[in-house]
């Protein structure tokens, strides 16, 4: 439904008077969503995960250069495909609560430019859908929950016709309670055969929701994995990295891992976490592997088997 | 595989970025221009000297001509000389004049959102009494206490413009004052002195300058206009206002380039300075200052 | 005696419902107590009135037993769960770095702070490094006594997660400094206090929900 192929961004950046510099941010992103599948994007602060989001959705800045494929549904979604769809049949659940309008009860914002009768049934059947209570129609934004108006955001979005859903960390600073049901509202449309495109930090809470789950470090896709995959020690997982932040869960084993993740620009022409690497061999800091198709999912590391 | 540039942007963020820097070209832009056109006002009259200024009867009430592209008065005066030293003048009071309210409106509204309650409501006291007279009025009865001259003008000015930027800094600095890393600054054993001026003062700086700039245009028109009814200065220092009410005794003696000219140049000035400050208003912006 | 401990606290905006009330809390030299509670109920403005950014209407807090001044760098540091709200988006990072006195190195190179961060701007670092700027900032007085971390870490991934945690412990118990962990995360507070504390336990008249 949604396929990414090469994606690379960069920014120019201006570097003293006039000398321009391009810094890359994402690097070579493959990706596909289909109908009905939840795909988790997860990745620490710095990776590229929000400017993902951003790019499908065409929000970069101007100084973003954009190189590579995002079609949808077969057709390259350009400008002119993004205008026609955007905020419709393509939807993003935005971070902040603040893209409620304060001034208007839950149940009339969720109906958007929709009048009538059956409008209206329509959007007490989504509410219910994704466990929202009648009264929840006639509170204003600041008397919900976190949990509660990242549901109306999400009602909204299914409400508004949407076929693909881009939620850019929907649960941030949620009790574990409120973001689970947030996450449960993005299950729910995925069951209703719409694509969504979950990226986040969290990955234990993604787990709980998603099909399958791509790891992004430094603007690269290291794995794409199902999310089965993540279970007991990690050893089905294929990159040294996915393993080690499934292994630094709290419940997990709580491990470390020495360093920090280095900017794109710095391992251009080398494997980005060679130099974290437990497993690195010499060929690790020769050159860049491509992302390889590997026991049903894809790794890009010239170590795993 | 074939890279192929997918044309994104231009929309949302792409848009706001795009008019952020217009604006700030335009602001260069405009001080840039506004500056030479200070400079060539500075030296013209500085240049001009007396010889222009001087009585000269034989070639009274001359309509605009080569020779003097303003027209000169009824005393044979050059009135481009005139004018520039008019405006030089003005230009000057409404420096000193504007510089004075925008350090009050500082002084003012820190300490009411710094001081406490009670000096918070002395100076929102103070501040509702000066904005609900009319400027001129107030203007006026200062200048008058002070006794006329430079002097009255430039108190009456400075008293008069300062309500309205205090409160947008009480404002500001109340919502800082209250940010985490204040907060952290002040744990860290930093004083309030320290914190004021490397926190503070350093963020409202924007609005400071873009108030100033806003004062500006204000402070040459009161004083215009004081001058104009002619409480303000002696006659022989040619205030533009002074020129300007000097002038409307003739205008119905057809000599209308005594008043046009100085009119049009005040009116240039004021405007010129007015388009500078909306321009760093929007380049300066709280909003965009964060970033 | 208690290292940090605060009796009978009691604290409300201006006016309003109060959010606690006759709370108490002690902190043991080299303790970490972990503190959890639903959303909302008070956690984050408690680790503020501890830190001193505001101050209890009723009750105290103490330090060795002696009341806390009110000048100088505040033994109880709190660090947020926001980096880029605790430090000034116009200076530069070395500046909030040195904004409490000098950083002891070894600290510095344990959490991976490199020269390179110093130069430039809070946004041009992510959300994991700017927090490790926050930790040692936080540490750096040397009357530092208690840390206060409110949900540190939640915004960050695991990897950084863990290896900002195991500095913190390790440092904190090498200066035999007491921490209070505030989390949503109990699989995190198992793992890493010497005791846990729950909201309700800690209130015996909390706000009426």
């Not at chain 1, 971070?95 to 009339?108: E, F």
């Not at chain 1, 919900?144 to 016709?161: F, I, N, Y």
């Not at chain 1, 996450?183 to 787990?207: F, K, M, P, Y």
């Not at chain 2, 005066?77 to 504007?98: Q, V």
Request: contains cysteine; proline residues 5%.
């Amino acid at each position: 439904m949604l396929e990414i192929a090469g994606l690379s961004v960069s920014f120019g950046q201006y570097v003293g008077g006039f000398r321009r510099r391009d810094i890359p941010v994402l690097n070579d992103v493959d990706l596909d969503v289909d109908a009905g599948e939840l795909l988790a994007v997860v990745g620490s602060s710095g990776s590229g995960k929000s400017l993902l989001a951003h790019a499908v959705m065409g929000l970069l800045p101007e100084n973003a250069v954009v190189r590579g494929r995002i079609s949808y549904g077969g057709r390259t979604l350009d400008e002119s495909l993004l205008r026609k769809l955007r905020g419709r049949e393509l939807a993003l659940v935005p971070q902040g609560v603040s893209y409620l309008d304060p001034l208007l009860r839950a149940g009339k914002q969720a109906l958007g430019r929709q009048r009538g009768l059956a409008a209206k049934k329509r959007v007490r059947s989504v509410f219910r859908r994704f466990g929202l209570a009648e009264q929840a129609e006639e509170m204003y934004p600041h008397q919900l929950s976190g949990g509660m108006a990242r549901k109306v955001l999400v009602s909204t979005a299914a409400l508004g016709g949407a076929r693909f859903v881009i939620a850019d960390e929907p649960t941030p600073g949620m009790e574990p309670e409120s973001a689970a049901e947030a996450l449960q509202a993005l299950r729910e449309l995925a069951d209703g055969g719409c694509g969504v495109l979950l990226i986040t930090h969290d990955i234990e809470a993604a787990l709980k929701v998603a099909d399958r789950v791509a790891v992004l470090y430094a603007g690269e896709v290291v794995e794409t994995a199902a999310a089965g995959e993540f279970e007991g020690t990690g050893k089905v997982l294929r990159h040294p990295y996915s393993r080690a932040l499934w292994q630094a869960l709290p419940a997990n084993g709580f491990r470390a891992l020495p360093g920090v993740q280095p900017s794109p620009a710095e391992t251009a022409s080398c494997c980005s976490f060679a130099a974290r690497c437990p497993i690195a061999a010499q060929e690790c800091a020769a050159g860049k592997p491509p992302l390889r198709k590997l026991r049903g999912g894809a790794v890009r590391c010239w170590v795993a088997e | 595989m074939k890279a192929e540039t997918v044309a994104v942007g231009g929309l949302g963020i792409g848009m706001a970025a795009g008019r952020y820097s217009q604006g700030r070209r335009r602001m260069v832009v405009g001080a840039i221009m506004l500056a030479a056109a200070l400079g060539a006002l500075g030296l013209a009259s500085l240049a001009i000297g007396d010889e222009a200024l001087r009585t000269n009867l034989p070639a009274r009430h001359l309509p605009p001509s080569w020779q003097h592209p303003f027209g000169t008065d009824w005393l044979g005066r050059d009135m481009l000389a005139r004018t520039l030293e008019g405006l030089w003048l003005s230009l000057r009071i409404g420096l000193a004049a504007s510089l004075a309210g925008t350090a009050i409106a500082a002084a003012a509204g820190l300490s009411a959102a710094l001081y406490g309650r009670t000096a918070d409501r002395i100076i929102g006291w103070l501040a509702d009494l000066f904005l609900s007279l009319p400027h001129l009025v107030t203007l006026i009865l200062i200048a008058f206490v002070c006794g006329g001259g430079l002097q009255g003008i430039m108190i009456g000015v400075a008293l008069t413009h300062w309500p309205s930027l205090a409160r947008l800094i009480r404002a500001e600095a109340l919502q800082l004052r209250s940010a985490d890393f204040v907060h952290a600054s002040r744990r860290l054993g930093r004083s309030r002195w320290w914190i004021l001026s490397r926190h503070l003062l350093p963020h409202l700086l924007p609005q400071l300058m873009t108030g100033f700039l806003l004062m500006f245009p204000h402070a040459i028109l009161h004083e215009a206009a004081i001058t104009f009814i002619g409480l303000g200065l002696p006659p022989d220092q040619p205030a533009i206002g002074i020129i300007l009410s000097e002038s409307m005794r003739y205008l119905n003696a057809g000599m209308w380039w005594l008043a046009l000219f100085p009119g049009l140049a005040l009116l240039l000035l004021v405007r010129s300075f007015d388009r500078l400050g909306e321009a760093a208003r929007a380049v300066w912006s709280p909003r965009r200052s964060h970033h | 005696m208690a290292l940090m401990e605060a009796a009978g606290l009691g604290f409300c905006y201006g006016g309003q419902d109060w959010l606690f009330r006759e709370l108490s809390l002690s902190v043991e030299e080299g303790e970490v107590v972990g503190l959890s509670g639903p959303s909302g109920s008070g956690k984050s403005t408690l680790a503020k009135v501890l830190a001193g950014y505001d101050k209890p209407i009723v009750g105290e807090v103490k330090l060795d037993g002696l009341p806390i001044p009110e000048r100088g760098a505040h033994p109880v540091q709190l660090v947020l769960q926001h980096p880029e709200r605790a430090v000034n988006p116009r200076w530069r990072i070395r500046r909030i770095l040195m904004e409490g006195g000098t950083p002891d190195a070894a600290l510095i190179e344990a959490l991976g702070i490199t020269e390179d961060w110093l130069g430039r701007w809070p946004s041009e670092l992510s959300g994991g490094e700017l927090q490790r700027i926050c930790i040692a900032r936080a540490l750096s007085p040397a009357a530092v006594k208690v840390l206060i971390a409110d949900e540190m870490t939640a915004m960050l991934d695991a990897i950084t997660q863990s290896g900002l945690w195991r500095t913190v412990l390790r440092y904190a118990e090498h200066r035999r400094m007491g921490l209070l962990v505030i989390s949503h995360d109990e699989q995190l507070l198992r793992r890493i206090c010497t005791r846990r504390l729950k909201w309700d336990e800690l209130v015996r008249c909390a706000r009426a929900q």
